[in-house]
């Protein structure tokens, strides 16, 4: 709760900050107090500390998951700002808008991890949505950034539709629209609640880019300017992952029987499509967003076994994850050249960058001992303990090894190919902040216990 | 036949013409104009439904605020006449043939749900009337409502970010 | 108290010794020194089995343990030394005819360079070593040991001039065949401790009463088959004759002494087993015979000095096996340590002449030598006699116990063999006659040049004359003196003699009569036919015969070439276009799969949400009407 | 303690060799902490497994039922020995080649060293599986920076070849883990494991897939040649000597005695293979050019000796498996030595291109053909005692009903290796010089001194085996007394 | 009136806008057919929330109003994103001239 509404409270902050601070600067020191802050007082939170007591009528509730999970999302978010807080002013004019709309999404990420009514989440995820259509498309000049705001606008709002459809479909046969009071009772769940649930699971998929519901993922995050790529590839998508299991769990957790065969053949194509694509293609940009699917994929596997394994396992992945793509981007968004190409020779001009990249590809291609292979493992031990479906475990290594072939591709140009010096704009402090990240990638992957013992105490 | 089902048909017969037509018209205003048709047809289900706050709210926002937006844009952009040059044929009936197959399964898959004895109560009870409304709205649903607030504001920023040249 | 024999250890010590020395030092020794060092060495070792045999023969056989080579759970494999009445022997023949050629090659490859000369002198240590180890070892792993070293010897004695590739060649062919005997060897011995779980000879032959039948004769004969490797048995007999590329002492000591014996010495050894198996006693005479014939033959046409010989090695190690075949080990033995003399003394000979001429080793250039080297010719002559059988040379007793045995065994036996018997007789005097009778046919340069040998290579070639004449009074028949057959009775411990013989002493007598004339008849007909030779184009059979009945060829036309044309094709077609095809054929999918799931990214909204439409409606097909 | 600091030395050496900029210092400060590595192996091997200092256990991962668990037994005091025994040798007999970037290459090589220590070392499931890893990557790099010019992808082949089966077993840990009653990754836990012969069926190959691929086994073999050929020789031995035997070690501690049943229902095939394989090798090589294609041939034919014969499940033939592991690995490492000598002196690895070089360097003629006749296995040398006894094991195997075969055609791969062995001593060694070899010089002091000590361990182990045999006992027993399924069934 | 009729009803108007959505090209008519798929929704919740008020008027005269509310903030929701997506068409239109969605093909493969 607190979160949440320091989280407005700081967006409007920023809102007024953009006429009243004159430098750039300025507004990002502002920035970061925010998230200073809000990390202070989720921990606070944690610790037994709510500051405002506000009766939300049971339609919010911060237990330890969803408070781990924003404090994971905002320890991401600060890191966010410090790698890549100063490239945002390369975007466009507004520069105090953009981190006020961060900050609100912020908030909706702190609602669709607590939620309790359906309500909520569609709140959530509307909050969520509604400022990226507007960062995707705040390169007002560029056409790209311009097509992509447009994609991800109309078909957000569309799968907004479906799932409005599922939430009414599902009042329909509860008659509430909290999560609690959903499916229960009957051996044999009314076909109103099933047709409810497979449109939000549809339109869940669609905001995490599950494939056959990803198409927008490509198009959207190649063509939005790369500092947002950024947060909505790691930050927002983890929400939407912990809103998804949330949701499945709390409202659905009966009926799984009913969806995990359909779940586990998402997952399936999810793997597929992102990794296969993501091979052929010439851009790392564009590459990470396909990788970003594939990844998508194994978190799925959590929402497929759902499980206590699966649970502790995507909170660990979504901070793996985010905390490497975020690295990476901070790195793509100084370069001219997204090409694969561009990255030639970058070992021998810029070594440190060259090797927490390095580290950060590694941990996204799931090699042991980064967080990578620790949340991978996660997954699969969660969805061998399901005792089913097997299959579909050993079809996600051979991804995952498949996935190493583009990985790798980004290593070898960096490592083994020669290329002419770039100059980045980077400093000191970009440099000690990477390598403070790559030091928690590995830190989490040698003592996963680390974060995941917040869990219980 | 008592009056009230006559209403009922007919609004629902006018609110699928008019939904027709506004996916099927040339002319982005006549849509506009077929999808304000639409949104009468459907507050007069809610008034049948005796849910007269939303009826209103229904015709203020959609068809008096949003729809108007639309026309506006429309006219901005002068796309009154039929500008729109065809999608290829096969494109248009596959997403024909598939949104009819949808509706199809969805029909079937919900014909006989355990709930199709029961009835929505039309034209009675008080739920639907402002006060009561008002009174759960802010006592219960004070929180979503300001939470609805941030949206507005994220939307406001929005359009300043988008719109300011 | 020790047993004294248990010392034994210092017999082959001595040659090791000698070899780490001349190997290491060769390049500071100077050669008499390196000589001196190499020919002690073996001396040392042949006093020491001197007393070793003065021991046996007081009937005092140990068996020597010094440590567990090989010892897990079961299977014990100790280091172990056999020293009784059959090792006895052999160590003398090697230690003997060993020293003896150390020091004739010492003046032999006096132009070699020192440093080779300290690497020829520790090879031939290295031989004896080995050569001991097989014939000492108490058990078949330790002979197996032995039995590969002398392998690897003959192999780098053989491609002694390693600057010649065509020697080189030979040496790796008499490597690889060898190994292909060996193969059998191992068999024998995987075969004995599958089944026994042990390999000492007191312990095998102990047990060999509870083998199955099929297991003996397996056994045997896979240990057959290393024979024929090792002494030059049909299939396995082509590598000598290359072997010759060799210098002439090694051939005499390796490739007639010593290591080609060691066949004979392991089926010898193993008496009990092969008597216990009548199928293997066949299969090795008929070999046997059928090797001394064919070797024979080939020996007709050969024109080279040392491939003649060689073939008459060939041929008489035949007739070993064919003693051993008909159960007459100790003929077989005899006929070992008389064939050590000869045929050491006939190389060490043509050494001699090659030596003279200057290298030069084909027959049809030589001719009327008898003048200019006496000793070599006399000593030559009295080995051909002795191998051709005249009474009372030391072949004509072991040949003729052979014979003997062959016609106990079977008359068809007996009738080839004697048949061979002549032809040897008629090729070695062919040997003989066109070499030192005759006029001068080779170089007038070569001519001038020729010349009696040193003392320190015609000394052996005497003491080996003289033993090749008194050699065989050690095996002399009942029939012609009563308990003359000193060498059955000595060997009786190890080679028990079986029933009484059955043949009359009139036959026998008989046999003996008859094989003598015959061999006198071919002597004459060939110092008629070669007395004075003029070298001529052979035809028809002839020719066949000078090409060794084509064999080699035939070889390679079989085995080498297909596993050749195996590889080949493994390698250009099957490895890469059939087993990595088919792994990079994996990522060659996914990278086409990657390009055509591509263009599902079509860019067009429509296409989109049409795809998002249309796996929704099968959503809800799988959902609603295809599950349950 | 002890199992700690063999993983930790080479561990810290190899961080800390990034910041040493110098490549002289870099080098001898990789050079000695290798052989801190091996002092402190050495007293592994001596040291005696009552006192705890052969084992360590400290809490790891708890939450995921792993644990940080090292033990030093018999199969490991060998191989770590290997291990510590390895690097100082390449280093000192490499010690004249430079490499650009020296501090990242050795550096490298050090952190591979401590990955297969800890591979070798790990008795958890999850650990092992860590240091599995661990070790292919820096490998991944030094073969990619530092070798031929075909080396990106040929290293990159290799490196998802591997991931591939690395990955597949990692599922198979997993669903092991997940049948343990109280889910641990602990070894004892799976060895207590009782599984369904049909779960034993598919689990096996889960695992069986990544050792094969890492020995190689026909016909997963295919990634070998290129890398050996195309990877510099210091990592070439690295691979040669040591990574192929985590394939076996893999067998020997992870499969046979965990899915006996399997193993055995199994064992004909994978010994056909195997077999198979041998041959195959073997006439490839022969018809090879290349040395090190050679050599990396006749390295697929032994482990392939060594896979069939730890399938034949006998005592004898697992001993000799053992001591073959070290055999092969000191051997392949001395052939490797003398390639690389011969590539830097004259500028080529071609047999058509050599020649004659006996005249020319003696010494070195000498130590390759001793190393050689232990690579075809003649007796008095090392190869002869463990090949041996992996005949006779196989040959007396009683799992099998075509164990005559299975070692009949297992020889005559040895007959064959006979063949190219020596052609290649013949096509290096004799003959006449060729233009390159015209104005060849022998080796230095610092190679002959490593092939020395080479030679002295061949010939030793060769002469004496009994020592290594002592190491090995115990374990072999253990392994023989898991995987003996014949017991099992006639006790049921 | 029997609650299938809502249900229908509303599930055709959804179905139209879907088919809308799929069949026109420009952006803005894309738009409205979504907006179409809410009021849809909103029908629905409506009658549903009617449905509920008589099953549980007797213990709880407020039982239903939930569904009212919901169709009240979706009204707000779909307000805001109007006039978000509004603006994105029209900077769109500023830079191409164009609301066709076709034209949107920069962004592919």
Redesign the interface.
């Known amino acids: 709760m607190n979160a949440l509404l320091l989280s407005a409270f700081w967006g409007v902050i920023m809102m007024f900050s953009s006429f009243l601070a004159k430098r750039n600067a300025a507004v990002r020191y502002l920035a970061v107090t925010g998230i200073l802050l809000l990390l202070l007082v989720n921990i606070l939170e944690m610790r037994g500390v709510v500051l405002f007591h506000i009766n939300s009528h049971g339609m919010i509730f911060f237990d330890r998951f969803a408070l781990l999970f924003d404090s994971i999302a905002f320890v991401s978010t600060l890191i966010y700002l410090l790698l890549s807080g100063r490239d945002m002013e390369n975007v466009g004019s507004n520069y105090a808008e953009y981190f006020t709309l961060i900050f609100f999404i912020l908030c909706g990420v702190a609602l669709v991890a607590s939620f309790k009514s359906l309500l909520m989440l569609f709140l959530g995820i509307e909050i969520i949505s509604i400022p990226l259509y507007i960062l995707t498309g705040s390169d007002k000049k560029n056409l790209k950034s311009n097509e992509a705001s447009l994609k991800y606008l109309l078909m957000g709002a569309f799968s907004t539709g479906l799932m409005l459809m599922g939430i009414a479909l599902i009042y329909g046969a509860a008659g509430t629209f909290f999560t609690g009071g959903i499916g229960a009772g009957e051996a044999k769940p009314s076909a109103l609640i099933v047709a409810g649930m497979l449109l939000l699971m549809f339109s869940m998929s669609f905001k995490a880019s599950a494939a056959p519901f990803h198409f927008w993922t490509p198009d959207v995050y190649d063509g939005a300017p790369t500092v947002f790529t950024s947060f909505m590839a790691t930050i927002v998508k983890a929400a939407v992952f912990i809103a998804f299991i949330r949701l499945f769990d709390e409202a659905f957790g009966k009926l799984q029987p009913e969806w995990q065969l359909l779940v586990a053949i998402i997952a399936a194509a999810t793997l597929l499509i992102g990794n296969i694509t993501a091979v052929f293609q010439q851009s790392v940009k564009r590459m990470l967003a396909y990788s970003s699917i594939s990844q998508a994929g194994f978190m799925l596997l959590a929402v497929y076994a759902m499980n206590s394994d699966a649970k502790e396992g995507l909170l660990l992945y979504t901070a793996a994850y985010s905390l490497a793509t975020i690295g990476l981007f901070a790195v793509l968004a100084k370069m001219k050249d997204y090409s694969f190409g561009g990255f030639n020779g970058f070992a021998t001009h810029h070594p440190l960058l060259a090797a927490t990249s390095t580290i950060f590809l590694l941990s996204l291609a799931g090699i042991p001992l980064t967080a990578g292979f620790l949340s991978k493992f996660y997954m699969l031990k969660a969805a061998v303990l399901t005792g089913q479906n097997l299959w579909l475990v050993i079809f996600a290594v051979l991804m995952a090894a498949v996935s190493v072939f583009y990985y790798f591709r980004v290593i070898q140009a960096m490592y083994f190919r020669q290329g002419e010096r770039q100059e980045l704009a980077v400093t000191p402090a970009f440099k000690w902040t990477m390598l403070v990240l790559a030091g928690l990638v590995i830190l989490l992957g040698v003592f996963p216990g680390l974060l995941l013992n917040w869990i219980y105490f | 036949m008592s009056i009230t089902h006559l209403l009922f048909w007919f609004l629902s017969v006018l609110a699928l013409f008019s939904a027709l037509m506004v996916t099927t018209s040339k002319n982005p205003v006549y849509s506009v104009l077929w999808l304000i048709v639409t949104f009468f047809a459907i507050s007069g289900h809610y008034i049948l439904l005796n849910a007269q706050f939303l009826a209103i709210v229904n015709i203020i926002v959609y068809a008096g605020a949003i729809m108007v937006l639309f026309l506006f844009v429309i006219m901005l952009m002068n796309l009154n006449r039929d500008t729109e040059p065809q999608k290829n044929k096969w494109l248009k009936l596959a997403g024909a043939v598939a949104g009819g197959c949808l509706l199809l399964v969805l029909v079937a898959a919900l014909k006989n749900t355990e709930i199709k004895t029961q009835v929505a109560q039309v034209n009675e009870g008080s739920i639907g009337l402002i006060q009561s409304l008002g009174k759960v709205l802010f006592s219960d649903y004070v929180v979503p409502f300001e939470i609805s607030s941030i949206l507005f504001l994220s939307a406001m920023v929005g359009a300043v970010v988008i719109g300011k040249k | 108290m020790q047993n004294a024999l248990h010392i034994a250890w210092l017999v082959p010590f001595f040659p090791l010794l000698g070899f780490l020395i001349n190997g290491l030092g060769r390049k500071f020794l100077s050669k008499s020194l390196v000589g001196i060092l190499g020919s002690g060495a073996v001396l040392a070792s042949f006093v020491v089995s001197v007393w070793i045999f003065l021991q046996v023969k007081n009937g005092n056989s140990y068996v020597a343990n010094y440590f567990d080579f090989i010892s897990i759970g079961s299977l014990q494999i100790p280091f172990a030394f056999q020293l009784d009445q059959l090792s006895s022997i052999f160590l003398l023949i090697i230690t003997g005819v060993g020293f003896l050629i150390h020091v004739y090659s010492v003046s032999y490859m006096h132009e070699e360079s020192s440093e080779h000369f300290g690497r020829y002198f520790s090879y031939l240590n290295l031989f004896v070593f080995s050569m001991l180890l097989l014939v000492m070892g108490a058990n078949y792993v330790i002979m197996f040991i032995g039995w590969e070293g002398v392998g690897l010897c003959s192999y780098l004695l053989i491609g002694y001039w390693f600057k010649n590739t065509e020697y080189n060649k030979a040496a790796t062919k008499a490597f690889v065949m060898n190994r292909i005997g060996d193969l059998g060897f191992l068999l024998a011995v995987f075969w004995l401790l599958a089944k026994l779980g042990t390999v000492s000879y007191g312990e095998v032959f102990a047990g060999a009463g509870n083998l199955s039948s099929t297991d003996i004769t397996a056994i045997t004969l896979l240990l057959f088959v290393g024979a024929t490797g090792k002494s030059a048995q049909i299939p396995l007999y082509t590598w000598l004759p290359d072997a010759m590329a060799g210098p002439t002492p090694v051939s005499a000591l390796i490739h007639a002494a010593t290591m080609v014996t060691a066949g004979i010495y392991m089926i010898a050894r193993s008496n009990v087993l092969y008597s216990m198996s009548h199928v293997t006693q066949n299969v090795v005479a008929i070999i046997g015979v059928a090797t001394a014939f064919f070797a024979a033959t080939i020996a007709l046409k050969q024109n080279d000095i040392k491939k003649v010989l060689a073939y008459s090695t060939v041929s008489q190690l035949g007739y070993m096996f064919l003693a051993l075949g008909s159960g007459a080990y100790v003929a077989a033995v005899f006929h070992v340590m008389t064939h050590a003399f000869f045929k050491a003394l006939l190389f060490l000979g043509s050494g001699s002449v090659i030596h003279a001429m200057g290298g030069e080793q084909d027959i049809r250039k030589m001719g009327g030598l008898s003048g200019k080297l006496k000793i070599t010719y006399i000593t030559f002559l009295i080995g051909c006699i002795a191998i051709a059988g005249l009474p009372p040379f030391s072949g004509f007793f072991s040949k003729d116990a052979i014979l003997l045995s062959a016609f106990e065994k079977n008359p068809v036996l007996y009738g080839i063999g004697l048949f061979t018997a002549m032809l040897t007789a008629f090729y070695m005097f062919r040997l003989l006659f066109i070499t030192f009778t005759g006029q001068f046919r080779g170089t007038d340069e070569q001519q001038h040049h020729l010349h009696e040998s040193p003392a320190a290579m015609t000394l052996p070639l005497i003491v080996l004359a003289i033993l090749s004449v008194i050699g065989g009074l050690v095996g002399i028949p009942e029939v012609l003196m009563k308990g003359g057959d000193r060498l059955t009775a000595f060997l009786k411990p190890v080679i028990p003699v079986t029933g009484e013989q059955t043949v009359s002493h009139s036959t026998e007598l008989l046999l003996m009569g008859l094989s003598t004339v015959l061999v006198i008849i071919s002597i004459i007909y060939a110092w008629v036919k070669f007395r004075n030779y003029q070298p001529k184009e052979a035809t028809g059979l002839g020719k066949v015969l000078e090409n060794k009945w084509y064999v080699d060829e035939l070889y390679d036309a079989v085995i080498v070439n297909p596993l050749n044309k195996l590889g080949a094709f493994f390698n250009q077609v099957f490895e890469g276009s059939v087993i990595d095809w088919l792994v990079n054929g994996v990522g060659r999918v996914v990278q086409y799969s990657s390009r055509q799931l591509r263009l599902l990214q079509s860019g067009q909204v429509g296409s989109y949400v049409l795809l998002m439409v249309v796996s929704m409606l099968l959503f809800f097909v799988l959902q609603f009407f295809l599950r349950k | 303690m002890i199992p700690v600091l063999l993983i930790v030395v080479p561990l810290v050496a190899g961080l800390l060799s990034f910041f040493i900029r110098n490549e002289k210092s870099v080098r001898s400060w990789a050079l000695f902490t290798s052989i801190v590595t091996l002092a402190v192996a050495v007293t592994g091997l001596v040291a005696d497994s009552k006192s705890g200092s052969l084992a360590f256990h400290a809490q790891w ?4 039922g792993s644990s940080f668990s090292v033990k030093l037994d018999g199969l490991g005091q060998l191989l770590c020995f290997l291990t510590a025994l390895t690097f100082p040798v390449i280093f000192l007999a490499t010690w004249n080649n430079t490499y650009q970037q020296a501090n990242r290459f050795f550096a490298l090589m050090l952190l591979a060293q401590a990955g297969l220590m800890g591979v070798f070392l790990a008795m958890d499931a ?1 650990l092992f ?2 240091f599995w ?2 070790a292919l ?1 820096p490998v991944y ?1 030094l073969c ?2 530092w070798g031929g010019e075909k ?2 992808q040929v290293t ?2 290799f ?3 591997t ?2 089966g690395s ?2 077993m ?2 198979g840990i ?2 092991l ?2 049948q343990t009653p109280d889910h641990s990754f602990d070894i004892n836990a799976f060895y207590n494991l009782h599984l369904s012969n049909q779960q034993q069926m598919w689990v096996f190959w889960l695992f069986f897939i990544a050792f094969a691929i890492k020995m190689p086994v026909f ?1 997963l ?3 070998q040649p290129d890398t050996y050929e195309q990877s510099p020789t210091a990592v070439t031995m690295v691979l040669s000597a040591v990574m192929v035997k985590m394939g076996v070690y893999g067998v020997l501690r992870w499969l046979l005695p965990v899915l006996p049943i399997a193993s055995f229902s199994w064992g004909d095939v994978v010994m056909t293979l195997s077999v198979a394989g041998m041959i ?1 090798a073997s ?2 090589a ?3 050019d290349d040395l090190k294609r050679l050599v990396a041939y006749s390295s697929i034919a032994h482990i392939g000796l060594m896979c069939a014969a730890i399938f034949a499940e006998t ?2 033939g697992m ?1 000799g498996v053992m001591i073959q592991l070290f055999n092969h690995g000191i051997n392949i490492i001395g052939l490797w030595i003398v390639i690389d000598i011969i590539e830097r002196r004259y500028g080529t690895r071609k047999l058509s291109e050599l020649g ?1 070089l ?2 020319k360097a ?1 010494a070195l003629a000498i130590l390759l053909v001793i190393i050689a ?1 232990a690579n075809i296995a ?3 040398t090392n190869g ?2 463990g090949e ?2 992996m ?2 094991g196989i ?2 195997s009683g799992i099998t009903k075509y164990n005559i075969v299975f ?2 055609v297992g ?2 791969s ?2 064959l290796a ?2 190219y062995t ?2 290649m001593i ?1 096509k290096v ?4 010089t060729s233009a390159l070899t015209a104005n060849a010089t022998d080796i230095r002091w610092n190679e002959k001194l490593v092939l020395s000590v080479i030679v002295v361990l061949i010939l030793m182990i060769g002469v ?3 020592p290594v ?1 002592k190491i090995t ?1 115990d374990i072999v027993d253990t392994i023989i007394s898991k995987s003996d399924v014949l017991h099992l069934m006639t006790r049921h | 009136m029997p609650i299938n009729y809502y249900i229908f009803l509303s599930i055709a108007l959804f179905v139209i806008g879907i088919v809308g959505v799929l069949t026109r090209r420009n952006a803005i008519i894309i738009f409205m057919c979504i907006e179409l798929m809410l009021n849809a929704v909103n029908l629905l919740l409506v009658a549903f929330s009617k449905m509920h008020h008589v099953a549980a008027a007797a213990t709880n005269p407020l039982a239903g109003s939930d569904g009212q509310i919901m169709v009240f903030f979706i009204m707000v929701v779909a307000a805001a994103e109007v006039s978000v997506g509004l603006a994105i068409i029209v900077m769109m239109y500023r830079n191409i001239h164009s609301v066709d969605v076709n034209f949107l093909n920069r962004l592919k493969h």
């Open positions: 991962l708890g939450s995921l999850l599986y860590f890893e661990l990557i790099f990619s920076q080396r990106i990159f082949k490196f998802i070849y991931f591939v990955l597949l990692l599922i997993i669903y883990f997940v016909p073999h295919t990634w195959y006439l490839l022969i018809q090879q005592k004898t001993q004659g006996a005249q003696p006749l003649l007796p008095l002869f005692i041996f006894l005949f006779s040959f007396s070692a009949v020889l005559i040895i007959i006979a063949v020596l052609n013949r060694f004799y003959g006449n004496y085996p009994a045999f006992n």
